[in-house]
T-cell receptor
Framework: AQSVSQHNHHVILSEAASLELGCNYSYGGTVNLFWYVQYPGQHLQLLLKYFSGDPLVKGIKGFEAEFIKSKFSFNLRKPSVQWSDTAEYFCAVRPGGSARQLTFGSGTQLTVLP | EPEVTQTPSHQVTQMGQEVILRCVPI?????FYWYRQILGQKVEFLVS????????KSEIFDDQFSVERPDGSNFTLKIRSTKLEDSAMYFC?????????????FGPGTRLTVL
């Protein structure tokens, strides 16, 4: 079975700082990778996804993530965070192909100080 | 923009009672899911549903749980006899297709509190 690790439980940054949130997964085969964001009081929203092709994926709100197959990683980055980026961020993985369920990491709470 | 909706937003129940959580998936979607998130823990998969039957289920989804699509628009999760440990946020999701290019859209969740 696949698993996902997010090593940073809580990250606190000042506005304009750069962000990198780690995500590592364990699964030997083809994977689809996702980052979801959950703003306070709101539902999970898809930030970006990787299915195949260019390992550098650009998502909404200036976020990007890089799939490094050799490291089983899919880290999320943003060059300059804003106060409105305060939220919880979840990495998720699914075996590529016909499998449907998502396996989520434990989440990283990002707090951006104004 | 179409979205997944869930009702109620918060459900409080006594231990041993039955609860039904309701979801209205995006109208042209074919695949439906329930996930839950116990406070402070990961979002966990419960069950997926397609063509009026369960496609996959996790070990969490035991005989106390059932799902149904009673009328072609709603998708429900029933817990027959709630336990304290069922207290969690329950998320419904739907997708148009399964497989490699599936994107799941999540609802806002129902917070279930079992007393």
């Amino acid at each position: 079975a696949q698993s996902v690790s997010q090593h940073n439980h809580h990250v606190i940054l000042s506005e304009a700082a750069s962000l990198e949130l780690g995500c590592n997964y364990s699964y030997g085969g083809t994977v689809n990778l996702f980052w979801y964001v959950q703003y306070p009081g709101q539902h999970l929203q898809l930030l970006l996804k990787y299915f195949s092709g260019d390992p550098l994926v650009k998502g909404i709100k200036g976020f990007e993530a890089e799939f490094i197959k050799s490291k089983f990683s899919f880290n999320l980055r943003k060059p300059s965070v804003q106060w409105s980026d305060t939220a919880e961020y979840f990495c998720a993985v699914r075996p590529g192909g016909s499998a449907r369920q998502l396996t989520f990491g434990s989440g990283t709470q990002l707090t951006v100080l104004p | 923009e179409p979205e997944v909706t869930q009702t109620p937003s918060h459900q409080v129940t006594q231990m041993g009672q039955e609860v039904i959580l309701r979801c209205v998936p995006i109208s042209n979607h074919l695949y439906f899911y329930w996930y839950r998130q116990i406070l402070g823990q990961k979002v966990e998969f419960l069950v997926s549903f397609y063509n009026n039957e369960i496609s996959e289920k996790s070990e969490i989804f035991d005989d106390q749980f059932s799902v149904e699509r009673p009328d072609g628009s709603n998708f429900t999760l029933k817990i027959r006899s709630t336990k304290l440990e069922d207290s969690a946020m329950y998320f419904c999701a739907s997708s148009a297709v399964a497989g490699a290019y599936n994107e799941q859209f999540f609802g806002p969740g129902t917070r279930l509190t079992v007393l």
